[in-house]
């Protein structure tokens, strides 16, 4: 049972491929890690678009609340323009009336 293990392999071998094997996987987590400083490289520029984004969104949210107002103003001007405009014109239209009916009597004056 207590039996000592044999290994049939030069424990200098088996060392130099465990180095290899080490050395691979470093390799291959310095390529990973690039990997990963290039996307947060590019997280960050997204991040920054993004808040330019919101800035430019809220400028025209702002800008549509100020047109919304502006054209409930001009609803409401325009119901005061619309009758004085109609008495303006039925005015005219009343004194042209007024002097086509009067125009006979004026022309026929000794």
Known sequence: MNEPITV???LAD???ELKQDIKD???KLDKQSEKLNTIEVKLAKIETEITGMDKRL???E???DTLVKEVSDLKGFRSLILP???G???AVIGGIVTAVFRL???LLKP
């Open 8 to 10: 049939p392999y030069d």
């Open 14 to 16: 088996i060392l130099k």
């Open 25 to 27: 996987v470093n390799t």
């Open 58 to 60: 809220e400028r025209v």
């Open 62 to 64: 702002n800008t549509q």
């Open 84 to 86: 004085l405009v109609v």
């Open 88 to 90: 303006g014109i039925s």
């Open 104 to 106: 006979p009597s004026l």
